[in-house]
């Protein structure tokens, strides 16, 4: 397990893309921690990793998932916040895209705990000390 301090929103970023430069496709991302967290952010890191130029990554709250194309990878960013059933989630294809073989980055993963794969990348994000700070844990990845 790792630990990291951020903060500011680059050091969120530089973090996400560490994490970003070591993911294969199959990989999936579970994020847990609450609202205003820096998970968006983070995901902007992961897919400049994962040598996706995508100039804006945005929270795919309404749309539940938004796909971002690289070269050698897609990373498929999911948002759970709204899965309160197993037919929730069946809905949003999400099974499907486990099969797809791209990154996916899920955010909101408490509220579907049960289905992820046992393999699945844990981060978690907590407030720090101060308004601007982030804890962000990584489990599962070895980031030396």
Known sequence: MCVYYSHNVEETHRIGEKLGSKLKSGDVVAYFGGMGMGKTTFTHGLAT?????????????????????????????????????????????????LDYGGVLAVEWSENIENALPDNSIRVTFKPGENENERMIQIEGVDLT
């Not at 929270?59 to 690289?70: C, D, I, K, M, N």
């Open 49 to 97: 990793g994962l040598g996706i130029n995508e100039k804006e990554v945005s929270s795919p709250t309404f749309a539940l998932v938004h796909e971002y194309r690289g070269k050698d990878n897609t990373l498929y960013h999911f948002d759970m916040y709204r899965i309160e059933s197993w037919d929730d989630l069946y809905s949003t294809g999400f099974f499907d895209y």
